[in-house]
């Protein structure tokens, strides 16, 4: 295994709802990447978070925000949740300066 | 517009048998391209991570190409097993930043049948 644990494993929220997903990366991984992952598709780049600071984001709005803490571990939020955002969430962590990325198990989100 | 672009989109093949599936990509400039195993519900895996300087990477029964000039890869996967059926995604960092802004491709999903 990679050594990123997510959680939970699967989720059910009602539109309008806010939820909260966690991600453990391995000790010294200070890099982690959230992705969207529809059905059927490959996943898409949600925002990064290098030392506890934001530095980079895909194209998803506002409502999408994250943090992230010195324990490796980090946090996927999305308030007003809509149908569409019903998918696969998973958490990447990486070392400082190297390419390859560990990916986590995922969340599976769906709203009804 | 998605910059990767896999082919085909699903794949059917006999246990023991080659295949060969293709990405391109119009990122650029890019830093590195990578492949990566997903299984159904599960979190993707790296397979071979090539830098634009690099033509072709092993990794057991898998091996990917690259052609820099084309904008093209592929990953080619030998004596086929049941175990591979899964998703395959290409993907390119189109930065040196080394994992930011990764672009995916929307996968190859390949079945080994008996």
């Known amino acids: 295994e990679t050594g990123v644990t997510q959680s939970p494993t699967h989720l059910i929220k009602t539109r309008g709802q806010q939820v909260t997903l966690r991600c453990s990366s391995q000790?010294?991984?200070?890099?982690v990447s959230w992705y969207q992952q529809a059905l059927g598709q490959g996943p898409q780049f949600i925002f990064q978070?290098?030392?506890?600071?934001?530095?980079g984001r895909g194209n998803f709005p506002p409502r999408f925000s994250g943090l992230q803490f010195p324990n490796y571990s980090s946090e996927l939020n999305v308030n007003a949740l809509e149908l569409d955002d019903s998918a696969l969430y998973l958490c990447?962590?990486?070392?400082?300066?190297?390419?390859?990325?560990?990916f986590g198990p995922g969340t599976r989100l769906t709203v009804t | 517009k998605n910059q990767v672009e896999q082919s085909p989109q699903s794949l059917i093949i006999l246990e023991g048998k080659n295949c060969t599936l293709q990405?391109?990509?119009?990122?650029?400039?890019?830093?590195?391209l990578r492949w990566y195993k997903q299984d159904t519900g599960r979190g993707p895996v790296s397979l071979t991570i090539?830098?634009?300087?690099?033509n072709t990477k092993s990794n057991g029964r898998y091996t990917a190409t690259l052609d820099a000039d084309t904008k093209q890869s592929s990953l080619h996967i030998t004596a086929s097993q049941l175990s591979d059926s899964a998703s395959y995604i290409c993907?390119?960092?189109?930065?040196?930043?080394?994992?930011?802004?990764?672009?995916f491709g929307g996968g190859t999903r390949l079945m080994v049948k008996p």
């Open positions: 978070y290098y030392r506890e600071e934001e530095n």
């Open positions: 990447a962590s990486r070392e400082d300066r190297n390419y390859e990325q560990y």
């Open positions: 990405c391109n990509y119009t990122v650029s400039p890019f830093s590195n």
């Open positions: 000790s010294g991984h200070n890099t």
């Open positions: 993907v390119v960092s189109p930065t040196n930043n080394a994992g930011n802004m990764l672009t």
């Open positions: 090539m830098t634009f300087s690099e």
